[in-house]
T-cell receptor
């Protein structure tokens, strides 16, 4: 069963704690992405990676960090430096530039 | 940065009617894609149209692209209640930009 998975679906954290969101794909895609979506809003790009061990900042990278040690995995860490971390986080992957992106089901993070 | 901007923000129609959503963008593109999102879910790719294409069909979906006006439209014909969702356009690739979407409600 090919696809992209995110875990957990819901995540609750206290302010000041770092938290890591998981994203795994078995589609053999080179590129992976992280987006943030706030209620009633579109997606904003946090980070993307075109190849293992390389990644680029998107529009709202401050307060976030990523790693790409394996082709299949692209975890996102929301650090305590992120001022408003409560949001819906979406991970996606694609074959190459210009191809469609496949999205995971998302992780809803609530920080109190 | 490039960004698709959808219009209208919200659209409410009756089942069986057609729904048209528009997307405008700011700079030259290689392709434009349309995605659908059901509430609280991930996005699902609907259709991709390349900059050298003017129109593309997929089932009940019809997408047009006018690069001179930097705009695209998505037409859903004979809409169904199950089409109720948010629809987003996105321009280009690795640093793809999404607009805020059109929230479509199809009433049975």
């Amino acid at each position: 069963d090919g696809g992209i998975t995110q875990s957990p679906k819901y995540l609750f954290r206290k302010e000041g704690q770092n938290v890591t969101l998981s994203c795994e794909q078995n589609l053999n895609h080179d590129a992976m992405y992280w987006y943030r979506q706030d209620p009633g809003q579109g997606l904003r790009l946090i980070y993307y990676s075109q190849i293992v061990n390389d990644f680029q900042k998107g529009d709202i990278a401050e307060g976030y960090s990523v790693s790409r040690e394996k082709k299949e995995s692209f975890p996102l860490t929301v650090t305590s430096a992120q001022k408003n971390p409560t949001a819906f986080y979406l991970c996606a992957s694609s074959r190459l530039e210009g191809y469609e992106q496949y999205f995971g089901p998302g992780t809803r993070l609530t920080v109190t | 940065s490039q960004q698709g901007e959808e219009d209208p923000q919200a659209l409410s129609i009756q089942e069986g009617e057609n729904a048209t959503m528009n997307c405008s963008y700011k700079t030259s593109i290689n392709n434009l894609q349309w995605y659908r999102q059901n509430s609280g879910r991930g996005l699902v790719h609907l259709i991709l149209i390349r900059s050298n294409e003017r129109e593309k069909h997929s089932g009940r979906l019809r997408v047009t692209l006018d690069t001179s006006k930097k705009s695209s439209s998505l037409l859903i014909t004979a809409s169904r209640a199950a089409d109720t969702a948010s629809y987003f356009c996105a321009t280009d690739a690795y640093d793809m930009r999404f607009g805020a979407g059109t929230r479509l409600t199809v009433k049975p």
